[in-house]
């Protein structure tokens, strides 16, 4: 059985996935009650049986560690939008072919 292990900086989480090149990349968006005080971004990357997993937190209007922005719809609901996320781990670990799926939970 795989081993889940908590990366706490960005940028470890960066070295990880330039040093191992990943073919792919999955992430969480989470909403917690009141949704519109608080996002968060789960990012999961795999290596072998090990699952590396990195969670940023909102912090005025933008993510803490990645300055990923937060949007906000008419109705004052704060999201993050899914072109953001791509871009950003796309630009940052400098790999246009990285494939990042977003894992859906209820």
């Not at 960005?10 to 917690?32: M, T």
């Not at 795999?46 to 209007?61: A, E, K, L, N």
């Not at 993050?80 to 859906?104: C, G, N, T």
Request: net charge positive; aromatic share 10%.
């Amino acid at each position: 059985m795989g081993k889940n292990i908590r990366v706490k900086t960005w940028e470890e989480f960066k070295s990880l996935a330039i040093e191992n090149k990943p073919s792919s990349i999955v992430y969480i968006i989470a909403q917690s009650i009141p949704s519109c005080d608080f996002t968060s971004l789960k990012l999961l990357l795999s290596i072998g049986d090990t699952q590396y997993i990195f969670v940023d937190t909102s912090r005025d209007g933008k993510l803490r560690r990645t300055k990923i922005p937060i949007r906000t719809d008419k109705s004052g609901t704060r999201f993050l939008e899914d072109d953001d996320i791509k871009h950003f781990l796309k630009a940052q670990l400098q790999r246009e072919d990285l494939r990042i799926f977003p894992y859906w939970t209820a």
